[in-house]
C-alpha cells in the first residue's frame, strides 16, 4: 500500500459525459501528479499541482482539468467524453514534487467510455 | 526529447533462475533519475528500485539490482532468484533536472514458469 488513495476504482460512463476523478496523496506530501495508461499510449504525464498551484502540463487534453485543493487532494475532471479516452488513469504523490523524489503511486482509476 | 526505451516487450524466466531487463534512455541533461516500476496483474504501479545519475554504485535492492552505464544511457535491472510473484509488466522510467514529470518505456511483461 503506496498510502495513495484513489476514488472510483471502476467508472463505466457513456460519450459526451463528464466525470470526476479523486486523489489524496500521502500524508506530507505537497505534490500530485496524473498519469494516463492507454494501450496505444502507454504511459503519459498529464499534470503536476504543488501545495495547490498547477507546477508541471504534460500531453492533458482541453476536454480535462485538474485542480488540487486546501487539503491537498486533487480531483482530475474529465468532460466530453470519448471512446479514446477509456484508460487507467493514475496518481502519484512525492513531498516537494522535485525530480529527485520517488512517486509513488495510488491504485488507479480505470475509466470506460461506452 | 527525453525518450524510453524498452527493446524486450516479453521475457519469461524459471523459477529461482536470474533474468535481465533492458532499458536505454535518451537525455541530454546531466542530473536525472532512473526507476523501475513494476505493475502485477492488479495494476498497482509499484516502486522496485532507483539510481540517481550522479552516483556511479549500481543500486540493490534483496533481489534486484542494476546495471548502470551512464555513457551507454543503459539501465539494466537483474532480477535474481526469481519467484512466481514477480510476474508482471516492468516500466523503466527517468524523471530529470527541470521536469518533474516521469517519462516511462512501454514495458517487458516478465512471466515466471514453475
Known amino acids: 500500500d503506496s498510502g495513495v488513495t484513489q476514488t472510483p476504482k471502476h467508472l463505466i460512463t457513456a460519450t459526451g459525459q463528464r466525470v470526476t476523478l479523486r486523489c489524496s496523496p500521502r500524508?506530507?506530501?505537497?505534490?500530485v501528479y496524473w498519469y494516463q495508461q492507454s494501450l496505444d499510449q502507454g504511459l503519459q504525464f498529464l499534470i503536476q499541482?504543488?501545495?495547490?498551484?498547477?507546477?508541471a502540463k504534460g500531453n492533458i487534453l482541453e476536454r480535462f482539468s485538474a485542480q488540487q485543493f486546501p487539503d491537498l487532494h486533487s480531483e482530475l475532471n474529465l468532460s466530453s467524453l470519448e471512446l479514446g479516452d477509456s484508460a487507467l488513469y493514475f496518481c502519484a504523490s512525492s513531498p516537494q514534487g522535485v525530480p529527485r523524489e520517488t512517486q509513488y503511486f495510488g491504485p488507479g482509476t480505470r475509466l470506460l467510455v461506452l | 526529447a527525453q525518450t524510453v526505451t524498452q527493446s524486450q516487450p516479453e521475457m519469461s524466466v524459471q523459477e529461482a533462475e536470474t533474468v535481465t531487463l533492458s532499458c536505454t534512455y535518451d537525455t541530454s541533461e546531466s542530473d536525472y533519475y532512473l526507476f523501475w516500476y513494476k505493475q502485477p496483474p492488479s495494476r498497482q504501479m509499484i516502486l522496485v528500485i532507483r539510481?540517481?545519475?550522479?552516483?556511479?554504485q549500481n543500486a540493490t535492492e534483496n533481489r534486484f539490482s542494476v546495471n548502470f552505464q551512464k555513457a551507454a544511457k543503459s539501465f539494466s535491472l537483474k532480477i535474481s532468484d526469481s519467484q512466481l510473484g514477480d510476474a508482471a509488466m516492468y516500466f523503466c522510467?527517468?524523471?530529470?533536472?527541470?521536469?518533474?514529470?516521469?517519462?516511462f518505456g512501454k514495458g517487458t511483461k516478465l512471466t515466471v514458469n514453475p
Open positions: 499541482y504543488y501545495n495547490g498551484e498547477e507546477r
Open positions: 522510467a527517468f524523471t530529470q533536472g527541470g521536469s518533474e514529470k516521469l517519462v
Open positions: 539510481q540517481e545519475a550522479y552516483k556511479q
Open positions: 500524508s506530507g506530501d505537497l505534490s
